[in-house]
């Protein structure tokens, strides 16, 4: 509690104190507002569980201090409020009554200010003060300082390990009297089979006539070939034809030899 020296208040301010308690900074401001003519007094609204709470700034000293103002209840709020009122008073301040609250106080000047006459109330960056889910007397504190981490994932149905042919419908209206339903569209063209059709008479292939292995198999005899004469020759004989060749190894009508001089017909 902090007054001016040497006249009397003009009024009294409540000062709401942050999560972290009455700190050295929030007797500073009550210094200030002394300063400026009024009685300035700051309740101690943890004193009930944890007296002169004095926490660091830090994660340690907010998660402290959740704890703490999740014990407070509005009844409380508003009791210590007007005890602080009365303090005020006491000192001979005049009749203006305000409420002055920073972080976590601003949401308590609220809370007292909907259950005490106050002139005025002053909430400095109270944060979620318009979210009533958020709340530090009816439901959840602030947010930590962490973001909340993400919802699962629903978890993916396991991959079949058999494989399936796509299957596909057909946008064809139905014809006749009564339409079947589609049936799947296979994955391989449709000339593919996995197992050969019989065969049939027609598609049976057309039976070549035996063949001698080429070693039986014998060229032609060429007649003016030297070297086939004697074949010919032979074949020739074995069917009764008679064939004598002359100096040139040609097949063909005996010739007559020349002899000596031509004899004269005279």
Known sequence: MAAPEGAAPRGTVVV???LFGVTAWVRGVCERLAAAGYAAVAPDFFGRTSPRADLPYDAAGRDEGFRLLAGLTADQVAADTAVALAQGASLGAGPGRAFAGFSVGGHLAFVAGTRLPLDLIVACYP???????????????EPPLSPPAPPPSPPKAPASSAWSAPRTTSSRPPTGPASTPASPTPAFPAHWSPT?????????PTARPPTAPRSLQRLVPHPHRPEHAAVLTRRRAQHGILVRCTGSNRPGP?????TGTR???S
Do not use: V
Request: proline fraction near 17%; avoid cysteine.
């Open 16 to 18: 709401g104190m942050e």
């Open 127 to 141: 944060g979620w003060l318009l979210d009533a889910d958020a709340s530090p007397f009816t439901a959840a504190p």
């Open 196 to 204: 050969p059709p019989p065969r049939t008479a027609s598609s049976a």
């Open 254 to 258: 005996r010739k007559r030899r020349r």
């Open 263 to 265: 004899p004269s017909h």
